[in-house]
């Protein structure tokens, strides 16, 4: 009953890795964030997180669903959930 979480681009590089499995699944994703935080430290929260809300910067899904329509940092995780972090990409 874990939570998996997935790092994509620039996400990746603040935390050395691609994913990562937690042991029991956090309440919501502001739980998962504070977690994943103390993990990585400051250059993670940077990128996911704009003071206490969540960055624009950054769109993360919960079972492919974007949490910005889930509840955003309120949004609920249960066991076997796979969360999926990415930057936002621009271009043209």
């Known amino acids: 009953m874990d939570v998996t979480v997935k790092y994509f681009a620039t996400i990746r590089a603040c935390t050395g890795e691609s994913e990562r499995r937690l042991n029991g699944a956090p309440a919501d994703l502001r739980e998962l964030l504070t977690a994943l935080t103390?993990?990585?430290?400051?250059?993670?929260?940077?990128?996911?997180?704009?003071?206490?809300?969540?960055?624009?910067?950054?769109?993360?899904?919960?079972?492919?669903?974007?949490?910005?329509?889930?509840?955003?940092?309120?949004?609920?995780?249960?066991?076997?959930?796979?969360?999926?972090?990415?930057?936002?990409?621009?271009?043209?």
Not at 60 to 86: C, W
Request: hydrophobic share 45%.
């Open 38 to 92: 103390r993990l990585y430290g400051s250059s993670f929260r940077g990128a996911v997180l704009s003071g206490v809300e969540l960055s624009e910067a950054v769109i993360i899904l919960v079972n492919g669903r974007n949490v910005r329509y889930l509840g955003g940092l309120d949004a609920p995780l249960a066991a076997d959930d796979e969360v999926s972090i990415f930057p936002m990409v621009g271009g043209g």
